[in-house]
């Protein structure tokens, strides 16, 4: 139901921009979130925004360089990523979640799509 795309291989410093689409779901009433996975890493939240795209959060080591946001006209989620960097290489997943809020753990989240890697060469 939720399907990301956008990965692919960059440099150091370039850009990126993930998408999420929804089918067979209204992701306009949920919530929604980035998540990755480096090789050999637990899962990590990256960033989420909430149900009306009013509010955003992101994890710390993004903070100023990634950009979640949506447009509930199309069901699709964003993740603008700049100022790439190595130690973002990682598969990316986006989540929803039954919610209006922004959400941070992974049990919070009710739909997930396939992953999309995402690899930075220094």
């Known amino acids: 139901q939720l399907q990301a795309f956008g990965g692919g291989l960059v440099q150091a410093g370039g850009s990126l921009r993930l998408s999420c689409a929804a089918s067979?779901?209204?992701?306009?009433?949920?919530?929604a979130g980035w998540f990755r996975r480096a090789a050999g890493k637990e899962q990590e939240f990256v960033t989420g925004?909430?149900?009306?795209?009013?509010?955003?959060y992101n994890t710390d080591s993004v903070k100023g360089r990634f950009t979640i946001s949506r447009d509930n006209a199309k069901n699709t989620v964003y993740l603008q990523m700049n100022s790439l960097r190595p130690e973002d290489t990682a598969l990316y997943y986006c989540?929803?979640?039954?919610?209006?809020?922004?959400?941070?753990?992974?049990?919070?989240?009710?739909?997930w799509g396939q992953g999309t890697q995402v690899t930075v060469s220094s």
């Open positions: 067979g779901l209204t992701f306009s009433i949920h919530a």
């Open positions: 925004i909430s149900r009306s795209g009013g509010t955003q």
């Open positions: 989540a929803g979640a039954r919610g209006h809020d922004v959400y941070t753990e992974r049990r919070s989240y009710d739909y």
